[in-house]
């Protein structure tokens, strides 16, 4: 049969008050003990992690408020009660225990009943804050779950008035991703650009019809008003309250066609004044536009893209950014494949 008591983890220097309170617990809770500070807070790291902790304040070497400091300050022990058992009992006492993250006294010597009634009470209201917690953490999780849905379809919309599939938001946002990580970006910031970068042509739903889906080479006219794009993306991906993925993603439509040699628009910035993010999403929008087929050309063969990058280092693109994109050929053909529009 399965035990499901709770779990009390007793710390204290004195082996009779660990008796003492050993004895009082031990037939409704499953009782551990730790005679030292140091001890505690490693017993208390194990998994599975007790329920409460009843901390004795005056112990050599590490005292209970230090336990208890570091205790509330790592993440994976944060969440446990911790409640003094002390003969010293002041008001500064308990306001400076309080303050550290302690949700009660129990003094010595201990009145069973009383104690016995204290870890009851608290035991019932750390679980129902862990059941208030993990609710509010899945409501949050389904709300950017669908923050991030829209954004990643909003992105699609642009690319089908395009004449383009959403495919290739997708296989953009993982080469960015891709190259990211390997150009040494952490996979929190990667993940964001990732998120971030399926809105990078989102303007062009401001383009007329009849320049976006022209057939025909663009007249010098027809180009300016198509690299309006980029500012009518930035309007409106930009906003004082956005999120860090519309931060990011405002950035990656403003910046994404810039070229490092500084002919590129609409800034006409170059080399590392181009946000990173940026050098990384022009070098995946470029190799993806050039192997998709298009209703006006054909794909390229993915050989002659990569060598189309090769020799556009230092003019359109950072030149350390695509030795690191070629140098991950085979996930890069491996996105594509899995990704392919066909």
Excluded at 7 to 29: E, M, R, S
Excluded at 130 to 140: A, F, G, I
Excluded at 253 to 276: D, M, Q, R, V, W
Aim: hydrophobic share 40%; net charge negative.
């Amino acid at each position: 049969m399965a035990d499901n008591k709770q779990t009390i983890l007793i710390v204290d220097d004195t082996p009779a008050n660990i008796d003492v309170l050993a004895g009082t617990f031990q037939n409704k809770y499953r009782i551990k003990v730790a005679n030292s500070g140091k001890l505690a807070i490693k017993i208390a790291q194990m998994s599975p992690a007790p329920d409460i902790i009843l901390l004795d304040i005056m112990m050599p070497e590490m005292d209970g408020y230090e336990v208890c400091q570091i205790l509330k300050s790592q993440p994976n022990t944060e969440h446990i009660p911790i409640i003094f058992v002390t003969a010293k009992i002041t008001a500064e006492d308990e306001i400076k225990g309080f303050q550290l993250g302690a949700v009660d006294y129990i003094t010595k010597p201990i009145t069973p009943l009383v104690a016995i009634q204290r870890v009851k009470t608290h035991l019932a209201l750390a679980n129902q804050n862990r059941e208030l917690y993990v609710k509010v953490k899945h409501q949050t999780e389904e709300i950017n779950k669908t923050k991030l849905e829209v954004i990643q379809r909003l992105g699609r919309a642009a690319e089908y008035k395009d004449n383009e599939t959403g495919l290739h938001v997708q296989r953009m946002a993982q080469y960015c991703h891709l190259l990211a990580i390997a150009a040494g970006m952490n996979e929190a910031d990667a993940d964001l650009l990732r998120d971030a970068a399926p809105m990078h042509d989102i303007g062009k739903i401001g383009i007329p019809d009849g320049i976006l889906l022209k057939d025909d080479k663009l007249t010098a006219e027809e180009w300016d008003v198509m690299k309006t794009h980029v500012n009518i993306g930035a309007d409106i991906l930009f906003g004082p309250d956005n999120s860090s993925v519309l931060q990011l993603a405002h950035t990656v439509a403003l910046t994404h066609h810039e070229k490092f040699n500084g002919k590129g628009y609409p800034a006409g910035i170059s080399g590392e004044e181009i946000p990173l993010v940026g050098r990384i999403s022009a070098i995946a929008d470029v190799f993806d536009a050039l192997t998709s087929p298009r209703p006006y050309k054909k794909a390229w063969d993915t050989e002659d893209a990569f060598a189309l990058l090769i020799e556009e280092k230092g003019e359109h693109f950072d030149p350390i950014l695509v030795d690191i994109f070629l140098q991950n050929k085979q996930q890069i053909l491996e996105i594509k494949e899995r990704l392919s529009d066909l």
